[in-house]
T-cell receptor, first 115, second 118 residues
Framework: EPEVTQTPSHQVTQMGQEVILRCVPI?????FYWYRQILGQKVEFLVS????????KSEIFDDQFSVERPDGSNFTLKIRSTKLEDSAMYFC?????????????FGPGTRLTVT | AQKITQTQPGMFVQEKEAVTLDCTYDTSDPSYGLFWYKQPSSGEMIFLIY??????QNATEGRYSLNFQKARKSANLVISASQLGDSAMYFCAMREGLSGGSNYKLTFGKGTLLTVNP
């Protein structure tokens, strides 16, 4: 069964450093998302991406964040200058253009720890 | 106002019994979808079940069923014949605006931690 993959599974970085989180969505999906989950809290929407551009972003997704689909398979989230409060699990998700449920398939997540 | 409310921070159930996890939602959009995801301690998000706002029947997927009461804006998850492996965090989520647009973001509740006792 096709699945969303994310790398790395765990990233430790120092405050102020740049990080890039990588995702490979399911190959025939056209909508891509990033969510984050601070430890013990609910999952929060960051950004959605369709047709090579951002379609919506949340208040969390400020100028420190950017997303890119550099080729036909990868979807990346970059944090330019990490802060302690960026420590969280980051989930990538994708969904197909059409389909009854428009279900979003989540990747296993990248746990980001900022020290 | 919270769009998704899960009032049960934690629930306990005996193995083989049924359990209901509550979820209420708030939206003015006539087109929306409701989802339940399971998050085990390993952290991944596993899709369980979906209910569309226009679906006439309650959704079912194996041991999972969704008790959809549109007028009350509730979408409770029922797990029948609980198993030890069902112990996990369960999140209710909503997607608004199925009628068009390229958004489809999910809004999640705070979750319910289910513990299945042997």
């Amino acid at each position: 069964e096709p699945e969303v993959t994310q790398t790395p599974s765990h990233q430790v970085t120092q405050m102020g450093q740049e990080v890039i989180l990588r995702c490979v969505p399911i190959s025939n999906h056209l909508y891509f998302y990033w969510y984050r989950q601070i430890l013990g809290q609910k999952v929060e929407f960051l950004v959605s991406f369709y047709n090579n551009e951002i379609s919506e972003k949340s208040e969390i997704f400020d100028d420190q964040f950017s997303v890119e689909r550099p080729d036909g398979s990868n979807f990346t989230l970059k944090i330019r200058s990490t802060k302690l409060e960026d420590s969280a699990m980051y989930f990538c998700a994708s969904s197909p253009l059409a389909g009854g449920t428009y279900e979003q398939y989540f990747g296993p997540g990248t746990r980001l720890t900022v020290t | 106002a919270q769009k998704i409310t899960q009032t049960q921070p934690g629930m306990f159930v005996q193995e083989k019994e049924a359990v209901t996890l509550d979820c209420t939602y708030d939206t003015s959009d006539p087109s929306y979808g409701l989802f339940w995801y399971k998050q085990p301690s390993s952290g991944e998000m596993i899709f369980l079940i979906y209910q569309g706002s226009y679906d006439q029947q309650n959704a079912t997927e194996g041991r999972y069923s969704l008790n959809f009461q549109k007028a009350r804006k509730s979408a409770n998850l029922v797990i029948s014949a609980s198993q030890l492996g069902d112990s996990a965090m369960y999140f209710c989520a909503m997607r608004e605006g199925l009628s068009g647009g390229s958004n489809y973001k999910l809004t999640f509740g705070k979750g319910t931690l289910l513990t299945v006792n042997p």
